[in-house]
């Protein structure tokens, strides 16, 4: 089955630690995405990256940091600059088919993962 | 900038009622526009969406949603829900640079 996983489910980690949170998809897909999601606040955008080895800052990128060196693995690391890490992250992905969204196609999401510093 | 509004934080309906979710997009030229839906724990499942043509679109599990320019709108139907469509709902409108804005949501209670 195509899809995207993320790994692990639930994450608690001690504050002050980086950690790092897996995100892999066999859709083919070029583009991936994470997003942070904070109850009432919807999906903000963390970082994303729309081919290998390439990666953008979005709108709340301070306190993490990204990798893409494979085209189905976009792994986050929530560092221990982050304010306030304790959140649900989502990851992402979608395919690019040229320069402008309108050739993309539509974001899938993998099933999230919560993470808890204590 | 491109930005989404959901009025309605939380709705409650009774199960086989109809469903109504608002939501207002801010955006100068032609939106793309979607709608999610997420269970609890759970990731964002795309229902239906809109990048040009029939206004009215038609998605997954009995939804709808009309594009309507004139109001900035793309509310989101559904005639008769199912306890089962309890869940969390987004819309989100495509930013002109690979990048979604998404609504702070709209939780559904559903009552037997």
């Known amino acids: 089955d195509g899809g995207i996983t993320q790994s692990p489910k639930y994450l608690f980690r001690k504050e002050g630690q980086n950690v790092t949170l897996s995100c892999e998809q066999n859709?083919?897909?070029?583009?991936m995405y994470w997003y942070r999601q904070d109850p009432g606040q919807g999906l903000r955008l963390i970082y994303y990256?729309?081919?290998?080895?390439?990666?953008q800052k979005g709108d709340i990128a301070e306190g993490y940091s990204v990798s893409r060196e494979k085209k189905e693995s976009f792994p986050l690391t929530v560092t221990s600059a982050q304010k306030n890490p304790t959140a649900f992250y989502l990851c992402?992905?979608?395919?690019?088919?040229?320069?402008?969204?309108?050739?993309?196609?539509?974001?899938?999401f993998g099933p999230g993962t919560r993470l808890t510093v204590l | 900038a491109q930005s989404v509004t959901q009025p309605d934080i939380h709705i409650t309906v009774s199960e086989g009622a109809s469903l109504e979710l608002r939501c207002n997009y801010s955006?100068?030229?032609?939106?793309?526009l979607f709608w999610y839906v997420q269970s609890p724990g759970q990731g964002l499942q795309l229902l239906l969406k809109?990048?040009?043509?029939?206004?009215l679109v038609q998605g997954i599990k009995g939804f709808e949603a009309e594009f309507k320019r004139s109001q900035s709108s793309f509310n989101l139907r559904k005639p008769s829900v199912h306890w089962s469509d309890a869940a969390e709902y987004f819309c989100?409108?495509?930013?002109?640079?690979?990048?979604?804005?998404f609504g702070a949501g709209t939780t559904v209670t559903v009552r037997a």
């Open positions: 992402a992905s979608s395919i690019v088919r040229g320069t402008s969204y309108t050739s993309t196609d539509t974001q899938y």
């Open positions: 859709l083919n897909h070029d583009a």
């Open positions: 990256s729309q081919i290998v080895n390439d990666f």
């Open positions: 955006y100068g030229a032609t939106p793309y």
């Open positions: 809109y990048f040009s043509g029939d206004t």
């Open positions: 989100a409108v495509a930013r002109n640079d690979y990048k979604l804005s």
